[in-house]
């Protein structure tokens, strides 16, 4: 009985309330497996499930899905068509090792292994997730007794569902876990969180789309959602897409689950964005919409009647016990949407953007006459009050019962929520004066014009941030000036040991103040422009120059989070037990972009006896494999080599001829291929290493756990290749054969990024091998932990590892992220090492870290790693020196919007030395270079993703154009720069994507996942 025929019997036999008792653990992540006492050899039988009963009852389209059943259980066409009939992530994980490799087959076949589906091998003793990320789970009757109810709540997200058999869970909420539901935390202004459950130490939970933003964007989140409105400037083109929008995304994996449209023209950067656990309020200049948290929709509109203000427009709002409060009036300054034609990252001009600059208190953005107050039961206004006077909504704010505000040099105020009659009103012209004039703000020191400038405890009010020329602390009782401290653009956070003020740069730093009397008490490090701080229950967290500062209160220690930066208008924000970073409109000295999510360690990383061996043996006699040389002009290595410099000392014809294109089943974008003993190696994003012989037809084909992003390395007879699932894996070169894997993680545990399941610590920079030994580095951030090891090549045993180098200053916890591919420099292992360290050092015999601590909350370097940005990272820089010392020079940018052309430059002048160049090559942007002459230039603006530099000739693939990029194939005379040969190639280029070998056969790998194979062209 195949699965269609045994779902159609599920839905119409009249035991279908037996078989439900059967149902999985799916939606949320899908892991099938057992415990060892399931690991027969009984003929696979179905599962009798039906998807879309399943579908029906999780309710969840989107997220991540797990289903555990019994390994002789055939899955695969259950595992694929819930994938297919949702859009949900679904993670599969068996102790069955044939199970997963059927599963893996048929999701490859189906185009979804590695995309939409992900099949790990292993016990059911732990699943292989991050805590708190599943959305929904299923478990198989017949396993149900062997799989720990705890183990299924630890990986469900809270809300998440789960049938453990018959009985069916839902994950409480967290415990001691606070919302983010107004844009400053709450209508207070305070950026301090009430979370207790996201605490130092931190590991990653999720990197997520969308990796960039316009600005403005604001945020706020509850109820287990991240709510984040985009606004109408694009710097970056990468920025058009999320102009004018509003998204939700998972607080827990961030899937976006859904997206919807804002009304172009209203300037969103004030406090008119509230969130509950089961809604979102969003204002603008027509109403309040109050949309469904779950699905998007609009489900009501509060609009303001005709005659109670100046106008419908919505200027600041907040929402205490079930009242909505609104500051509304008359219409602004329309501003205008840009997009932008500009690629790269990020950066900005600074400038007076539209309506910035605050000129007519009539317009501008966030002025009004008229609070009201809104019972959101009944939708019925419980009370207006008017001033005569415009309010500027930037001096706004509530607390226990009133609402504060501020006339700009004329009063300010306080209003009682319960009856919308003032409380308070002072004139006192020292006060006014002490306020001050709106400062014109909008510079990179300053910060943003249209930031919030009051925040408010019970006792005290607080005047401070870009638009400020001093701090001012005045009664909440009255409005009596109490003190003042001559800088005004602080950041501040307040907290019961004092108020927290992050300083300017260029000032005299940040600083810990006393309430009452504003006494310095301590001292803190200055911020890095201008970001908002905000407040955990044990850190603050403002923007260093580069990265994050996060200042541990208990000791008043400045420790780095270095790949990331605040957002530039929302900061850290702390809801649901997390912390969000991003997305950036910003590049700056960044190594990671996008919707980012820590979460506190606590027991996640390895425990005695939870996690599988280290070493995994493979088939047969692992220590003797076939022989397969590698021969002269073979291509064993990316690049060719350890030190990854293209150059062979083949002759190339003056023209080629395609030999063969080789098409996987799934579209999987590959690695650069590599050659030895007439074959073919390579890798893809499915996780399939595979082989080929000269014809271009598959010899064999196995698999790892996770993405392959960089190409194997062959020798001895041997494949290796590094693995998103944080394993090295080695083949026998010949057969295919499973030798043996090490997994270099530390422990199994995975985690969506940018919507595909990797290990926290995946080996993304490839292998490299050398003197019987492979070297392979597992992590993404250094707060999460690098991993080094060398392996013996022939066993896979450990001779060493590091697991420190992650943390190289004890005193900033900052140092090592793994963010490069793995070369040979200086007879050191190397790869680009993040924000902190350009180049990561390591002793090839001992494994210690050579690169020296540094004690500062500072980072000099920016990558965009090719794994997880290949759409910035696809480009590669070339430097080669001839014997006569000219030099064939290439250089592409990191963000892959700037290039040099292709210049083969004369040797240096006498007495002169070469310019050491930056990798991510940020100096090319500023055009400096050696002074040496030019010989040629291939001035046609293409961008390389591959060259190969032979005797007379180059061999170049990449792209050009400007905005439709077309990708070429092309052969350039080394000595004149004259292009001898070329074609346009379906697909653009990998990067590094170009090999060769001894039979003069030059291999391109595609992004479509295609591998062609040129040869000289005799006419066929």
């Known amino acids: 009985m195949n699965l269609l025929q045994l779902n159609h019997w599920h839905r119409t036999s009249s035991m279908k309330n037996q078989w439900r008792s059967l149902l999985i653990f799916a939606l949320a992540i899908i892991t099938f497996g057992s415990t060892t006492g399931f690991l027969s050899a009984d003929p696979a039988a179905p599962l009798p499930r039906d998807v879309q009963d399943d579908l029906q009852w999780s309710t969840a389209q989107r997220g991540i899905a797990v289903v555990i059943a019994r390994p002789g259980t055939e899955v695969s066409d259950y595992v694929v068509n819930l994938a297919k009939r949702s859009k949900l992530t679904v993670f599969f994980q068996s102790p069955g090792r044939q199970q997963v490799r059927r599963i893996r087959e048929a999701a490859s076949q189906a185009g979804l292994l590695g995309k939409r589906i992900f099949v790990e091998l292993g016990s059911l003793d732990r699943l292989h997730l991050a805590d708190n990320l599943a959305d929904v789970a299923f478990v198989d009757e017949t396993v149900a007794a062997d799989v720990s109810e705890k183990e299924i709540l630890r990986v469900l997200r809270p809300g998440g569902r789960a049938r453990l058999g018959v009985k069916e869970l839902s994950k409480p909420r967290l415990e001691g876990s606070d919302s983010w539901s107004h844009p400053y935390h709450g209508p207070d202004n305070n950026p301090q969180s009430t979370d207790r459950v996201a605490k130092a130490p931190y590991l990653t939970q999720f990197i997520a789309a969308p990796k960039f933003s316009p600005m403005p964007q604001i945020s706020v989140g509850a109820g287990g959602r991240i709510y984040r409105a985009f606004g109408h400037i694009a710097h970056k083109a990468n920025q058009n897409a999320m102009l004018n929008t509003l998204i939700c995304a998972s607080a827990y994996n961030g899937t976006i689950l859904w997206k919807r449209p804002l009304k172009p023209g209203f300037m969103i950067h004030r406090n008119t964005m509230v969130a509950t656990d089961d809604h979102l309020y969003m204002a603008d200049n027509e109403s309040c919409k109050v949309i469904d948290g779950a699905s998007g929709k609009i489900i009501s509109e509060i609009s303001i009647a005709k005659g109670i203000a100046d106008g419908p427009v919505w200027k600041w709002m907040a929402i205490e016990k079930g009242v909505l409060y609104a500051l509304v009036g008359a219409t602004e300054i329309d501003v205008t949407t840009r997009k932008s034609d500009n690629p790269g990252l990020g950066h900005w001009p600074w400038g007076m953007w539209q309506g910035h600059d605050y000129k007519n208190s009539k317009t501008n953005f966030g002025y009004g006459r008229t609070f009201v107050a809104i019972d959101l039961a009944t939708k019925k206004l419980n009370w207006s009050h008017s001033e005569k006077e415009y309010l500027d909504s930037r001096g706004v704010c509530m607390r226990s019962g009133k609402i504060y505000y501020c006339s700009p040099r004329k009063f300010l105020a306080a209003l009682d929520t319960k009856k919308g009659k003032q409380a308070w009103k002072n004139t006192d012209k020292n006060l006014l004066d002490a306020i001050g004039t709106n400062a014109r703000a909008q510079h990179y020191v300053t910060g943003y014009a249209t930031t919030t400038y009051i925040k408010c405890t019970d006792d ?3 005047f401070a941030g870009p638009v400020r ?5 005045a009664s909440a009782r009255d409005g009596q000036l109490l003190w003042q401290n001559p800088v005004g653009n602080l950041q501040l956070v307040l907290r019961k040991d004092g108020i927290y003020a992050a300083g300017p740069q260029r000032s005299s730093g940040g600083m810990i103040l006393d309430y009452a009397t504003g006494k310095v008490l301590k001292k803190m490090p200055w911020r890095r422009a201008c970001t908002r701080a905000t407040g955990s229950i044990d850190s603050v967290f403002f923007r260093a120059n580069g990265g994050t500062v996060r200042i541990d209160t208990e000791s008043n220690t400045a420790t780095h989070i270095a790949p990331m930066r605040p957002p530039c208008q929302d900061g850290v924000i702390i809801s649901d037990g997390h912390l969000y970073w991003g997305p950036w409109m910003c590049g700056c000295q960044l190594s990671l972009y996008g919707h980012i999510s820590l979460c506190a360690a606590g027991d996640q990383l390895a425990s005695p006896g939870s996690a599988s061996p280290r070493h995994e043996p493979g088939e047969g006699d692992t220590k003797t494999v076939a022989a397969l040389s590698v021969r002269k002009n073979d291509w064993p290595a990316y690049q060719g080599n350890n030190r990854r410099m293209p150059k062979t000392a083949m002759a190339l014809p003056d023209t080629l001829g395609r030999a063969w294109t080789f098409t996987p089943p799934s579209a999987a974008m590959p690695t650069a291929p590599v050659t030895a003993g007439g074959l073919v190696f390579l890798g893809d994003r499915a996780g399939v290493v595979r082989a080929l012989d000269g014809d271009g037809r598959e010899v064999w084909k ?10 194997p390395a062959v020798s001895g007879g ?15 070169a010949s057969t295919g054969r499973r030798l043996w894997s090490y997994r270099v993680a530390p422990t199994e545990r995975w985690l969506p990024v940018f919507n595909r399941l990797i290990s926290t610590w995946p080996v993304a920079g490839g292998v490299l091998v050398e003197n019987g030994r492979v070297y392979a580095a597992a992590g993404i951030a250094h707060y999460d932990g690098t991993h080094v090891v060398a392996l013996d090549a022939a066993t896979g045993k450990l001779e060493w590892q590091n697991d420190s180098s992650g943390t190289q200053s004890a005193s900033v916890q900052s140092g090592v992220s793994m963010q490069g591919s793995l070369f040979l420099d200086g007879g050191q292992l190397c790869f680009l090492g993040g924000g902190i360290y350009e180049t990561a050092r390591f002793d090839l015999d001992s494994g210690k870290c050579l690169n020296q601590p540094l004690e500062n909350v500072s980072s000099r370097y920016r990558t965009a790693f090719y794994p997880y940005y290949p759409e910035y990272g696809n480009y590669v820089s070339l430097d080669h020196s001839f014997p006569d010392g000219r030099s064939l020079v290439f250089d592409a940018s990191y963000e892959g919007n700037r290039f ?5 430059v004369a040797p240096l002048p006498p007495g002169s030395s070469k310019v050491k160049k930056d990798a991510a090559r940020w100096g090319t942007r500023r055009g400096w270079s050696e002074k040496r002459k030019v010989l040629w230039q291939d001035k046609k603006a293409r961008r390389f993703s591959g060259l190969i530099v032979a005797p007379e000739k180059i061999i170049a693939t990449g792209d050009a154009g400007a905005r439709k990029r077309a990708p070429f194939f092309s052969l350039i005379r080394t000595e004149t720069g004259e292009e001898v040969w070329s074609e346009p190639l379906p697909s653009l ?20 996942g295609q591998v062609l194979c040129y040869r000289a062209d005799r006419g066929n």
């Open 989 to 1008: 280029p990998v990067k590094g994507g170009l090999a060769i070998d001894a039979d003069g056969r030059i291999l391109v790998s595609l992004a479509n």
């Open 702 to 711: 196995a698999y790892t756990g996770g993405a392959v992003y960089f190409p």
């Open 469 to 473: 020329s001093r701090l001012v602390c």
């Open 900 to 904: 040099t052309w292709l210049t083969l």
């Open 460 to 462: 005290f009010l607080f």
């Open 718 to 732: 041997r494949v290796y290749a590094g693995s998103a699932d944080g394993r090295v894996y080695a083949f026998e």
